[in-house]
C-alpha cells in the first residue's frame, strides 16, 4: 500500500457571529501580508514532565545556558554543510588530477587501438593515415608513437590483426580508446547486409567481458555523394548501436576534414577505462631488448615506455604478460623522446639522437624491496603442543574414564572427525533401525570386534582402488588419450562418450548407477550422508593434505584489500625516492628473466607490444581463486571438471585445471558439478596467483590446429582456500509394489549388506516423498 501523503498544518478564519465582514478580510490580509503561518501550540497535558517542570530549574545551576538546543542543532548544520563543502572539493581536486594528468603536456601518449569488424575492414591504410595526420605532415613515420603540436596531443596508433582473438584481446587491455572499423561496402555487397561478421561479433562478446574502454567507431568506403553518405553512416550507426555503448561515438574516415574533426573532439574527450586496469601501474613497451645476466639461462629484460594509471616504485614486484612475475633491478627515469613542443634551447639537448639520456636512476633497497615469494614454507613444527600441565592430565584421565569406549567400523582413511559424525547422526527411527539390525554391521554403529565381521583384511586395502576408480569416473579428471596414440575412430568414440555423459549429466545431475560387481559400501566408502546440505556441519580443515599449507590464506579478505589499496593511494600521494612518476618515459630493468622467453617477447616478427604491470602487496602468492563463471554461447563442446583451460585474468595468463561447483548462497557448501552447462553460472576454483577483485575473466580452449576459442566467461569473485565444495551422489531405484506407508524399491542396491550399511541414508523422491531403509527383501529389493 502506497503511503498516504502527510497532513498540511492549516489555519482557519471563521467571523464572529454579530462581527462584520470587513473584519475577516481586513484579518485575512494582514496574515497574508506577513506571510507566516501560526499554528496553535500543544496543550500542556500533551507536553513531556521535563518541559512542564522546566521553569523551576536553575539554568546557571544545570550548565545548560538558554538557548542550547537551538545552538546545538545550528552547529552541527554548519558542520554537516562544511563536512559536505570539502567531499566536494575532494572531488574537484580529484577530477582536476586526472584531467591534467590525462591531458596535459606531461602525460603519457594516448593509445587508439583499431579493431576491424569483419574482412572487408581495411584497418592499415587508416592506421597510416591517422600517424601521418597527427604527425601534421607526410614525413616518414619511424614509430607507433607521434606528437601533434597543432592538438598539443601525443598519440600512439596500434592495429589489432583480424582473426587472432587472444591479439585483440591482449591490445584491448591497454588502449584508451577501442576504435572499430566498418566498411560501407558491407552494407550492400554482403549476403545479410550486416558489417558485422561471425569474428567480430565473437571479438565484440569477448572485449565487452573483458571491460570496454572509451569506443568509437570508423565508417570507410563512404561515397562522395552527400546524400548517399548520410544515408549509410545512419543505416551503419542502426546496426552498431545495440552491440555498443550509448556513449560509442561515429565517425567518418575518408577525408582530411574527417580526420580533423575526429583529433578535435578526440582531445577534448574524457576517456573512460576499465576499474580493473586503474588499479595497477603499467607500461607499455616502445622498446624492449636483452641485456646478458650472470647467470646461465636467465638475463635482464629493459623494457622502455611511458608510466600509466599510477607511481611505481622500484621495490614493486612486476608481472610480464606472458613471461611471469619477477622483480625489478633498477628503473632509469629518461628524456622523452616525443615531447609535444620542443623547447628553445633544444641545442642543449643530446646532440646524438641515437644516444639515451638518463634523467634520473631508482635502486631498489634490500629491505625494502618485496621477496618474490609464490609458495608458503610451512613449519613442520607448527602444530606442535607444549607439555601439559598435571591440572591438564588430571582432567584428560577422568573424561576417558568416564567416556564409554565403543568400537567402530570405519573405512580405510576416515578421520576421527568423521568417526564423531557418523556416532552423532541419530533420529527418531534410531531405536527401529537397531532392531532391525542387530548385528550393528553398517555405516553408523559398530559395537563388535572388525574381526566378527565379514569383512577381511583384503577388502579394506581395495577401498582406495575402488574409490580413486570412482573418483575419476564422476569428476570427469579422467583425460583423453594422447592423440598420437588413438586412431581416429578412438578419438571420435571418446568425444561421443563425452557428449553422452554431458548430457546425462545435465538431464540426472549426481545420478550413479551402483555396480554389479563391487560392493556398494566399498566403492561409495568416501562418501556420508547428510541430514541436510545447507545446515550439516562440515570441517574445511578436515583430512587436508601436507601440502595445502604450501598455500595462502587471508583472516579477512576484504580488510587486506582496503589495506592494499590504501597503500598505494599513499605511494601516489607523497614523491618518494624509490617512485618513479605516473607519465614518465621509463626503462625498467626486469631481471632472472628466463633468456628464451625473453627472447619470444623481444622477437622482431612480435606484433604485440610487451606490457609490464605493477603487482599489488601479496599478488605474486598462490591461493585458491573462485570465479562466477558462465559457458559462452558461441561454444557449443561439453567442458568438463578438471580439463586444462587458458585463463585470461587481468594482465596475467596462465594454464588450469578449474573445478566447477554451484553457487549456493545461503550456504557454506557448494556442490559439485562434472560439466560447465549452458545458461546458468557456476563457481570455478583454481590454484592461482592471488588477486583482487573486481577483474575479468576470458576461458580459453586450445584446439589442435587452430586459434584458441573462448569457452566462457566470468570474473573473480573471492579467494578463500577455506571454501567447502563436495562431491554429492545419488543411488536411485525402481519401486516395484507401493503401499500406503511402504514400498519395495529393486536395483537400488545388489547385495544385503549394502541395503545394511546404507540404513541411516533418508531415502526421497522426486516428488518430495521422504522415508527409510526398513529391511531388505530377498537379495536385490528394499523395503
Request: one cysteine or more; hydrophobic letters at 35%.
Amino acid at each position: 500500500s502506497s503511503p498516504s501523503p502527510a497532513r498540511r498544518h492549516s489555519t482557519y478564519l471563521s467571523p464572529k457571529p454579530n462581527a462584520p465582514t470587513t473584519c475577516l478580510v481586513a484579518a485575512a490580509g494582514e496574515m497574508a501580508g506577513a506571510r507566516s503561518q501560526v499554528n496553535k501550540p500543544h496543550k500542556t497535558r500533551f507536553a513531556s514532565k521535563a518541559s512542564r517542570h522546566s521553569h523551576k530549574i536553575d539554568k546557571v545551576r544545570s550548565g545548560k545556558p538558554a538557548g542550547s538546543h537551538r545552538a546545538a542543532v545550528k552547529g552541527a548544520r554548519a558542520a554537516r554543510l562544511q563536512h559536505s563543502k570539502a567531499i566536494r572539493d575532494q572531488k574537484r581536486a580529484a577530477l582536476l588530477k586526472e584531467k591534467r594528468s590525462s591531458n596535459g603536456s606531461s602525460s603519457a601518449p594516448r593509445v587508439i587501438v583499431l579493431c576491424g569488424l569483419s574482412s572487408s575492414a581495411n584497418v592499415g591504410p587508416l592506421a597510416e593515415d591517422l600517424l601521418i595526420f597527427a604527425a601534421g605532415g607526410d614525413e616518414k613515420l619511424t614509430s607507433n608513437t607521434v606528437a601533434s603540436p597543432a592538438y598539443k596531443l601525443r598519440t600512439t596508433v596500434l592495429q589489432a590483426p583480424y582473426g587472432d582473438l587472444t591479439s585483440c584481446m591482449e591490445l584491448a587491455k591497454v588502449a584508451d580508446l577501442l576504435a572499430f572499423v566498418v566498411s560501407a561496402n558491407s552494407l550492400y555487397n554482403s549476403d545479410s547486409g550486416n558489417p558485422i561478421d561471425e569474428f567480430g561479433s565473437q571479438c565484440l562478446s569477448v572485449l565487452r567481458a573483458v571491460g570496454l574502454p572509451s569506443t568509437a567507431v570508423f565508417i570507410r568506403d563512404l561515397p562522395s555523394d552527400t546524400k548517399s553518405k548520410q544515408e549509410l553512416k545512419k543505416a551503419a550507426v542502426s546496426f552498431l548501436s545495440p552491440e555498443l555503448p550509448e556513449d560509442c561515438r561515429f565517425y567518418a574516415a575518408e577525408t582530411k576534414d574527417d580526420l580533423h574533426m575526429f583529433m578535435r573532439l578526440f582531445k577534448e574527450q574524457h576517456l573512460s577505462s576499465p576499474h580493473w586496469r586503474n588499479q595497477r601501474p603499467y607500461v607499455m613497451s616502445e622498446e624492449a631488448c636483452i641485456k646478458p645476466g650472470d647467470s646461465m639461462g636467465l638475463c635482464t629484460l629493459l623494457v622502455s615506455g611511458y608510466l600509466r594509471a599510477h607511481n611505481l616504485s622500484v621495490n614493486q614486484l612486476v608481472h610480464v604478460s606472458g613471461a611471469g612475475d619477477f622483480q625489478l633491478g633498477q628503473i632509469d627515469i629518461l628524456k622523452d623522446p616525443c615531447p609535444v613542443s620542443e623547447r628553445k634551447n633544444s641545442d642543449v639537448m643530446d646532440s646524438d639522437d641515437n644516444q639515451i639520456q638518463i634523467i634520473d636512476t631508482f635502486v631498489p633497497d634490500p629491505l625494502n624491496q618485496e621477496p618474490l615469494l609464490v609458495e608458503n614454507i610451512p613449519d613442520p613444527l607448527a602444530g606442535e603442543q607444549t607439555w601439559p600441565t598435571e591440572a591438564e592430565m588430571e582432567e584428560a584421565y577422568e573424561s576417558n574414564k568416564q567416556r564409554k569406549v565403543v568400537k567402530r567400523k570405519l573405512p580405510r582413511g576416515t578421520s576421527e572427525y568423521q568417526a564423531a559424525w557418523i556416532v552423532d547422526d541419530t533420529d527418531d527411527e534410531g531405536d527401529d533401525s537397531q532392531n532391525d539390525n542387530p548385528d550393528g554391521a553398517g555405516m553408523v554403529i559398530d559395537e563388535k570386534d572388525h574381526s566378527e565381521h565379514d569383512s577381511d583384511s583384503s577388502d579394506i586395502d581395495a577401498v582406495s582402488h575402488f574409490t580413486e576408480k570412482f573418483d575419476q569416473e564422476t569428476i570427469g579428471g579422467s583425460e583423453m588419450g594422447d592423440d598420437e596414440n588413438l586412431t581416429k575412430e578412438q578419438i571420435e568414440e571418446d568425444i561421443k562418450r563425452i557428449k553422452e555423459s554431458n548430457a546425462d549429466d545435465e538431464e540426472f545431475p549426481d545420478e550413479v548407477e551402483t555396480p554389479l560387481d563391487v560392493p556398494a559400501r566399498k566403492r561409495f566408502a568416501k562418501y556420508r550422508g547428510l541430514k541436510s546440505f545447507r545446515t550439516s556441519s562440515w570441517d574445511p580443515k578436515e583430512s587436508l593434505p601436507p601440502e595445502y599449507a604450501r598455500i595462502f590464506a587471508f583472516d579477512k579478505f576484504t580488510r587486506t584489500q582496503k589495506h592494499v589499496l590504501a597503500k598505494r593511494a599513499e605511494l601516489d600521494e607523497e614523491s618518494s625516492k624509490d617512485c618513479a612518476r605516473i607519465g614518465s618515459y621509463v626503462m625498467l630493468h626486469v631481471k632472472n628473466v628466463p633468456t628464451d622467453v625473453a627472447s619470444k617477447l623481444c622477437h622482431p616478427s612480435r606484433r604485440l607490444p610487451v606490457v609490464v604491470s605493477g603487482l599489488l602487496e601479496h599478488e605474486s602468492k598462490i591461493s585458491v581463486l573462485h570465479f562466477s563463471i558462465k559457458k559462452h554461447d558461441s561454444y557449443e563442446a561439453p567442458i568438463r571438471s578438471k580439463e586444462p583451460l587458458i585463463f585470461n585474468v587481468g594482465f596475467r595468463q596462465f594454464t588450469a585445471r578449474p573445478l566447477f561447483s554451484s553457487d549456493n548462497i545461503n550456504c557454506n557448501k557448494h556442490k559439485m558439478e562434472r560439466f560447465l552447462h549452458h545458461g546458468r553460472f557456476s563457481i570455478a576454483s583454481v590454484y592461482a596467483p592471488i588477486s583482487f577483485p573486481p577483474v575479468p575473466l576470458i576461458v580459453l580452449k586450445n584446439i589442435d590446429g587452430q586459434q584458441p576459442v573462448i569457452a566462457a566467461v566470468g570474473t573473480l569473485k573471492s579467494v578463500d582456500p577455506d571454501q567447502i565444495i563436495l562431491k554429492k551422489i545419488v543411488l536411485t531405484g525402481y519401486p516395484q509394489r507401493v503401499s500406503k506407508l511402504k514400498a519395495m524399491v529393486r536395483y537400488m542396491f545388489h547385495h544385503p549388506e549394502d541395503v545394511r550399511w546404507f540404513k541411516p541414508v533418508e531415502l526421497w523422491t522426486k516428488h518430495g516423498k521422504r522415508g527409510r531403509i526398513k529391511e531388505t527383501v530377498g537379495t536385490h529389493g528394499v523395503r
